[in-house]
């Protein structure tokens, strides 16, 4: 090789290095490899192929230091050792994928092509923090290998730039790293290279804030290991004889985590007491596991003295994100507070993945995830005697074949299922945005509604101001936002038209005296075939019927059911006898002279319940239907059915419960809604049937329909429900 193309130091490093790689790589590259491998570098150098990058990085020494760390920490297979080599040289197009094919093999050329693709992510400048980003970042690699060479690559490279002369380089790959690399490979196991990643990190961003941490952890290693088993010991022998199956981590936290805890107490090291964790993990049963847990936290008390003032109970009150645990801080020996928790395993998946993962947990199924992914992977890295990269060759990483990235034009990353359009993409962004979508421009090509995205795409929303949702977008839309809002939409629109159909109607019924008997118009509105009564509003808003032609049936359908229905006083009605299905085996209602056992209902229109005023109403069919006096319907029966009419009053107290639906309005804030229900769950005597939330411009409406006994407990539920923040209106519902 060129003698110009490396430093002195730099060719110190690179013997160094390449012997370290031939020795670790005895069995796995053969030595025909190491030659052509020699020689192409040989050839690309001498070419001028790979020159220093911008920040005076040599490609081919990193490269060669990536494959000897790749070697020593990970046992690689031959094509990944290969790949990292080659990879400069195509991305100079010294080589390509037709002379990697035919002087190598189909799988180095996938391996270099993958390095190259996810290269290309960062030319969008979207945020690497993202989560999306690190989706991505995997869709693109298509191999696992290609994710572990990037996050062995970041690693050599970190090390690198240690006092390199321009910081805001150095700030930007150790930020990078942190929020990309650092969470992939702790999801990988690569546990040693996780925590590198993140000192290193904290090392180039807050030198001095690093150095005073590490200054003040000045015991060794094995020191603190010695310590916290010492610790671990008697606990483990207490929680034995108690008959508890268990797990207990011990650990000293690294320099990162003693930051991020400073940061969030905002303390200084001095005032951190966790620098000594342990984590007692209990197997216990689903219904034992609170009692599990402070039995632990009970026996280890005992041996150790608490401080009461870091006393956590996340049992009792979980927080909003459903973490639970028992958080408490004791003086361990020499001295020394050491911070325990105490969780069961169910617990501790909630903790490590979030709480999606509890309903994992619980056995729903769920989309394909990196987290299960990733630990199958893993568990190859630890189980695997030799080669475990051979066992991953054919793992296609598909763990996201159910999910597509695309960036908006300012390089937000967003995420969607497979096969969303544009106009999913538009609802994910916002709801007014995909109400008024046209279309869109996806890689600088105009693109229909329809259009189905993929990773990668480019997309910017086209909008119109005279554009509106249709019930036919329902056909092509895949995402639950988009189809609800599309639904809530049209339906908003229906009611908009079907009120002013209303209008129309009793305008001109008021206007020809006819006085409107809601159950005659009912059964109109079904011998007219319509399927809801929004329906036959929208139809004559929509001028689909004729206003006068109904109000000629109506008048028909009355004239021939008043024939139909002899005029005669409610008293001498002939009842049948019948068997109440919500209230049986109980006398519920007195009804006239203490009439017992009749064939009676509770009106649909207002659900009157115990100790509610209510009214009978002796229907055409013979049924005696029981209303509030505050129904909407009240005033127009007594005016127009006096005759009907019938004394009615509730009988003793009732055991059973009556269905009460109740308004509730608030502002849209995390928790609130699992506040509310908890309230009625922990009400005795009430129970939830049915809830239904629609929320809008930060704030929310939803209507609870609950089981009560009595108006009394239905009021003492309401009083509870506003107290919660939040909520800034309860009503009962008809």
């Known amino acids: 090789m060129s003698e110009k193309y490396f430093t002195p130091d730099e060719k110190k490093v690179l013997i160094a290095n390449y012997r370290s790689l031939l020795r670790l790589t005895v069995g796995v590259v053969m030595r025909d490899d190491i030659k052509k491998v020699r020689s192409a570098i040989a050839e690309g150098v001498k070419n001028g ?42 991305r100079s197009s010294f080589l390509d994928i037709a002379n990697l094919k035919t002087d190598w093999d189909e799988d180095i050329a996938k391996l270099v092509k993958g390095l190259l693709k996810v290269s290309t992510l960062y030319s969008r400048q979207a945020a690497v923090e993202s989560e999306n980003f690190r989706k991505l970042l995997l869709t693109f690699a298509e191999d696992i290998r290609v994710i572990i060479i990037m996050i062995v690559d970041r690693m050599v490279l970190m090390k690198a730039i240690n006092h390199h002369s321009n910081d805001k380089y150095v700030h930007d790959v150790a930020y990078e790293a942190n929020y ?37 952890l000045n015991e060794t290693k094995e020191k603190r290991d010695a310590y916290i088993a010492d610790f671990i010991r008697p606990i483990k022998e207490k929680l034995q004889s108690e008959g508890l199956r268990f797990e207990i981590k011990g650990r000293t936290k690294s320099i990162y985590s003693i930051w991020n805890k400073m940061k969030k107490q905002n303390n200084d090291i001095d005032k951190i007491y966790d620098l000594f964790a342990v984590r007692v993990i209990l197997d216990s049963p689903i219904e034992k596991e609170k009692s ?66 509890h309903w994992k947990y619980k056995g729903i199924k769920s989309e394909a995830n990196l987290d299960t992914w990733m630990n199958n ?42 096969g969303a359009s544009v106009l999913d993409f538009a609802f994910n962004i916002h709801s007014k945005l995909g109400c008024s979508c046209i279309g869109a421009k996806v890689n600088g090509k105009n693109q229909k509604l329809n259009y189905r995205l993929k990773s990668g795409d480019s997309v910017e929303i086209l909008t119109s101001s005279n554009q509106s949702p249709k019930l036919d977008w329902l056909s092509f839309v895949v995402t639950s936002k988009a189809r609800n809002k599309i639904r809530q939409t049209v339906h908003e629109m229906n009611n908009k038209s079907a009120e002013f159909g209303k209008e129309l109607l009793q305008r001109r019924m008021k206007n020809r005296k006819i006085e409107v008997d809601e159950a005659v118009l009912m059964k109109l509105i079904k011998k007219l075939g319509f399927k809801t009564v929004t329906d036959f509003y929208d139809g004559i808003a929509q001028e689909k019927v004729e206003v006068n032609d109904i109000i000629e049936e109506y008048e028909a359908l009355e004239k021939k059911q008043g024939e139909n229905f002899e005029a005669r006083s409610a008293e001498g009605f002939v009842l049948q006898p019948h068997v109440n299905e919500e209230t049986a085996n109980s006398d519920v209602l007195v009804i006239g002279n203490n009439i017992k056992g009749i064939n009676y209902r509770m009106a649909k229109c207002c659900n009157p319940i115990y100790g509610d005023g209510v009214f009978g109403f002796v229907s055409a069919e013979g049924v005696i239907k029981i209303h509030r006096h505050d129904c909407p319907n009240a005033a127009n029966i007594k005016e127009k059915y006096p005759y009907r009419l019938i004394t009615t009053k509730w009988s003793g107290k009732l055991g059973e419960q009556f269905g009460a639906t109740v308004r509730i309005v608030g502002h849209d804030d995390i928790g609130i809604v699992n506040n509310v ?14 809830i239904s939330i629609d929320s809008n411009d930060g704030l929310f409406q ?19 429900i506003k107290t919660v923040k939040g909520v800034k209106d309860v009503q009962r519902s008809n």
């Open 180 to 216: 990309l690399y650092a969470p992939l490979a702790h999801r990988l196991g690569l546990y040693a290279i996780k925590s590198q990643l993140e000192d290193m990190s904290l090392k180039y961003t807050s030198r001095d804030t690093y150095t005073q941490i590490a200054s003040k």
């Open 292 to 357: 599990d847990c402070w039995l632990a936290y009970s026996l280890i008390t005992d041996m150790y003295q608490p401080n009461p003032s870091r006393m956590k109970d996340y049992l009792s009150i979980p927080k909003s994100n459903g973490y639970e645990s028992l958080h408490t801080t004791v003086y361990g020996p020499e001295n020394r507070w050491v911070e325990v928790q105490i969780r069961t395993k169910r617990m501790d998946l909630v903790a490590e993945k979030g709480f999606a993962a």
């Open 702 to 720: 939803g209507y609870l329909v609950v089981g009560v006994s009595d108006t009394q407990t239905l009021n003492n539920l309401m009083k509870k």
């Open 377 to 418: 992977v893993r568990d190859i890295l630890e189980a695997a005697e030799t080669g475990p990269m051979e066992l991953m060759k054919n793992m296609k990483m598909d763990i996201y074949d159910k999910e597509v990235f695309v960036f908006t034009p300012k390089g937000d990353l967003y995420k969607l299922p497979l």
């Open 677 to 690: 229900t908890s309230i009625i769950l922990k009400e005795k005597g009430v129970s939830l049937r049915n």
């Open 49 to 90: 192929h790979c020159p220093r990058d911008r920040y005076g990085i040599n490609p081919v020494l990193h490269s060669i230091k990536t494959a000897t760390a790749l070697c020593d920490g990970i046992s690689p297979d031959r094509n990944m050792v290969v790949a990292i080599l080659l990879n400069n040289f195509y």
